[in-house]
């Protein structure tokens, strides 16, 4: 199975900041890349498929990008709707694996 | 626009069969792939498979042996089941719709949160 490692586990925050999570695959995984945002309780949202699109409706201060191994996901001036946890996901290889997730938490 | 709509069989006994259903509303039940993942308490989230039309299902290798994906595009509904259930078969399932190349899962249920216990 390919490993999805992401960095940081957890992180504090305040509105306004720049955030980047990055998520490291065990091997190279192309372009098969997606990133979801859970809030407690909820299903998660997708936000970024295949590295960098931003799935419609998704505010644009949310980037993604990456290749090979290394993806980022970048939240531009922090609102305070985003505190939640971000998980990304490979769907290059079955089974399609998630990150151990990232808790994005106020400062 | 789309929405997946979970059965909630709650309770389930140890060895059993845990069954679900999801209905979908509000869009094509073709050329997607539904897909089962559930996330047990406080952890990450895990990929159990996917159907696409009425083709062959996609498992998880480690689940195979107990799962299986069916659809029904006459009642627009495809189900889950996975056998002899265990304590660790616990968590809450989702059913997802997939797409593109990246088979990205933009429409989700609302999740139904399943025990094992006697």
């Known amino acids: 199975d390919i490993q999805l490692t992401q960095s940081p586990s957890s992180l504090s925050a305040s509105v306004g900041d720049r955030v980047v999570i990055t998520c490291r695959a065990s091997?190279?995984?192309?372009?098969?890349v997606n990133w979801y945002q859970q809030k407690l309780g909820r299903a998660p949202k997708l936000l970024i498929y295949?590295?960098?699109s931003l799935q419609s409706g998704v505010p644009s201060r949310f980037r993604g990008s990456g290749s090979g191994t290394e993806f980022t996901l970048i939240i531009y001036g922090l609102q305070p709707e985003d505190f939640a946890t971000y998980f990304c996901?490979?769907?290059?290889?079955?089974?399609?694996?998630f990150g151990q997730g990232t808790n994005l938490e106020i400062k | 626009q789309v929405q997946l709509q979970e059965s909630d069989p709650g309770l389930v006994q140890p060895s059993e069969t845990l069954s679900l259903t999801c209905n979908v509303s509000?869009?094509?039940?073709?050329?997607?792939?539904w897909t089962w993942i559930r996330q047990p308490p406080g952890k990450t989230l895990e990929w159990l498979g996917y159907?696409?039309?009425?083709?062959?299902?996609n498992y998880n290798p480690a689940l195979r042996s107990r799962v299986t994906i069916s659809v029904d595009t006459s009642r627009r509904q495809f189900s889950l089941k996975l056998t002899s259930v265990t304590a660790a078969d616990t968590a809450v399932y989702y059913c997802?719709?997939?797409?593109?190349?990246?088979?990205?899962?933009?429409?989700w249920g609302q999740g139904s949160l399943v025990t094992v216990s006697a």
């Open positions: 997802a719709r997939g797409w593109g190349i990246s088979t990205s899962l933009d429409s």
């Open positions: 509000g869009g094509s039940i073709t050329d997607f792939y």
């Open positions: 159907i696409y039309n009425n083709g062959r299902p």
């Open positions: 091997q190279s995984i192309g372009a098969h």
């Open positions: 295949a590295v960098s």
């Open positions: 996901q490979q769907s290059y290889n079955v089974p399609y694996t």
